[in-house]
């Protein structure tokens, strides 16, 4: 597959990604599952204050949200962020190890083996620890980015400076901050682009596997954030749909968030496919060419 | 790949499938039903004269029907207050009493809607001109509804009423029975949102009636006593500042009562997020500048 390509461009690795699943489709499978288990949680969460899985989720949105959370229509209203806090947990577990079996299966393919999801879920499963504490370090690092644009945006906006270019700051944070979640999550990604691949591939633990990441993307690491940046805009209508969740309530129906948040999995599938066969591609592509 | 995708479809089917069937008749499911019917009360409500009285009952069929499918769910009392809103607005004021009575007879527990529905019933006769009548059933919620948020607002209204209609001798005896009313409250109800909202309404009374310094004492009583968020909100505390300074700059000409309160409430709560503001507002009394030109902040 990959060997076919020489993928140092941005345009031919997106291009070889897409040709990749167009003509093997398997690929698609660990996502497909990835969108599987989120549309269950949001089936949970869409059913939480409601008989009878109020009796368990009740307790706890009325402890953390207050008692109107678990009533039409403001059980719809917090399903966005609800899914948000359960998509960590779910990505460090669940999510996770199909990303690994998705690289596997790309490694497969470019080895010309057969595709058995058996033997690759029981490859994968070897591997599981260290796969499950690169995303939790993966999160962390996101996590901490996200904490510290805050903190600095917070910076900005109290600044009462009216001259210079504070005041054109202040207009672009809070105009731009979706994009700048956005462009910040694309460059984290791109940061620990290779971390899963090197687990899965070469079948390092965690830490060698980290630093080998490193200078991974020290030589490659433009192209592919250029690769994941392209992807990830395929989002941008879902960032900004859920922003504006609580005006097109007000317009049109309560269950347009659950719609936003289906529509965002649905997206998912297809983005994290083309990211992460762009990145296996890429990765295969620096191995062979070392 | 496709068979992987059909069964993962069929599951999620299967379990929303089932999920809805456990849930068919419960509260939730007539919430949903009412949120879209309330969208179209909420259209009517904004010009009703101007809507013709086939939509009213239309409107009045879908709620009629609402409580005929969903009799048992404690979401239907609340049903029965729109309805007779809508006869309200329909004009049909008979009508509306008849469903509005309905209330406090099958539910009599739901001590708030029925005083809310008494006070609509005596709405209607209001409309009527018949005030005695009005005023009878206003007593009867200040009687037997008094902790609710209607028993609670309706002396006041009383005395507004009043107001409104240039009889000074039974706005001041309403005045004066409201504030024994609210005085009973809050010596009976400590600290909590009974005793909280009485001495709202008892600030208002004795604003009303011009006598500052008894205002003022229950305003900072207000400040004072009930520093949680949940009572003294933005905008709460916003208006609670404002009134104290247009008191003491405007009638009394004696800035330092509203500066002593606020030092007052600085000094109990040093942690408190509306210190800050307040600094600001004591700032500018020292300044003899106008002090509600700084937006009150509690975040």
Request: with cysteine; charged share 15%.
């Amino acid at each position: 597959m990959s060997s076919k390509l020489t993928p140092t461009q941005p345009l031919n690795l997106l291009r070889s990604s897409v040709n990749s699943l167009v003509s093997h489709p398997i690929i698609l499978w660990p996502f497909v599952t990835i969108a599987f288990v989120q549309l269950i949680f949001v089936e949970i969460l869409y059913f939480a204050p409601r008989f009878p899985l109020n009796n368990f989720f009740g307790p706890i949105i009325q402890r953390f949200f207050g008692e109107a959370y678990l009533h039409y229509p403001f059980n719809l209203v917090i399903l966005s962020q609800l899914f948000q806090y359960g998509q960590i947990p779910l990505y460090i577990f669940v999510s996770s190890f199909f990303i690994a079996m998705g690289i596997l299966i790309i490694f497969n393919i470019n080895n010309n083996r057969r595709i058995h999801l058996r033997q690759v879920a029981q490859d994968t499963w070897a591997q599981y620890v260290h796969i499950v504490v690169a995303a939790i370090v993966m999160a962390l690092a996101l996590y901490w980015t996200y904490t510290l644009y805050g903190i600095l945006a917070q910076k900005v906006l109290r600044s009462v400076v009216s001259m210079g270019i504070i005041p054109f700051l202040k207009v672009i944070i809070v105009k731009g901050s979706t994009f700048f979640y956005l462009l910040i999550g694309t460059f984290m990604t791109t940061l620990f682009a290779f971390v899963f691949p090197i687990i899965m591939i070469e079948k390092v633990k965690i830490f060698p596997a980290i630093l080998k990441n490193f200078q991974n993307f020290i030589s490659g690491g433009w192209t592919l954030w250029i690769v994941i940046f392209v992807s990830t805009l395929l989002y941008l209508p879902v960032l900004i749909l859920r922003q504006n969740v609580l005006k097109l309530i007000d317009k049109s129906f309560p269950e347009i968030s659950l719609l936003i948040v289906i529509f965002g999995i649905l997206i998912t599938i297809f983005m994290d496919a083309i990211i992460y066969t762009a990145i296996t591609t890429y990765y295969l592509w620096q191995r062979e060419h070392r | 790949m496709k068979s992987s995708v059909i069964l993962d479809a069929i599951i999620l089917m299967g379990i929303y499938g089932v999920l809805s069937l456990l849930d068919l008749n419960s509260d939730y499911v007539v919430e949903r039903k009412l949120w879209h019917i309330n969208r179209k009360f909420l259209d009517v409500a904004k010009d009703p004269k101007a809507v013709p009285p086939q939509t009213f009952e239309a409107l009045a069929n879908e709620y009629k029907r609402i409580i005929r499918q969903h009799s048992k769910s404690r979401a239907i009392a609340g049903v029965y207050v729109v309805l007779g809103r809508i006869y309200i607005m329909k004009g049909d004021l008979s009508q509306a009493r008849d469903v509005l009575g309905e209330i406090t007879k099958l539910y009599p527990d739901y001590r708030e809607l029925s005083a809310e529905a008494i006070s609509l019933i005596a709405k209607t006769y209001e409309l009527e001109n018949n005030w005695a009548k009005a005023r009878e059933l206003y007593q009867k919620i200040i009687q037997e509804y008094p902790r609710t948020e209607t028993g609670l607002s309706t002396p006041l209204y009383m005395a507004n009423y009043y107001q409104t209609q240039n009889d000074f001798r039974s706005t001041m005896k309403a005045y004066a029975q409201a504030i024994d009313f609210y005085q009973k409250l809050i010596t009976e109800q400590e600290h909590s949102t009974v005793e909280f909202n009485s001495l709202r309404y008892l600030a208002n009374c004795y604003v009303a009636q011009n006598r500052w310094m008894e205002a003022i004492e229950t305003l900072k009583q207000i400040l004072i006593d009930y520093p949680e968020p949940q009572y003294l909100t933005v905008q709460r505390a916003e208006l609670i500042i404002k009134t104290i300074n247009a008191i003491v700059v405007n009638q009394l000409k004696n800035s330092d009562i509203a500066a002593d309160i606020y030092k007052e409430f600085m000094v109990k709560y040093p942690q408190h997020p509306l210190n800050k503001t307040l600094k600001v507002v004591l700032d500018r009394l020292k300044e003899n500048k106008n002090p509600d030109s700084q937006e009150v902040s509690v975040q």
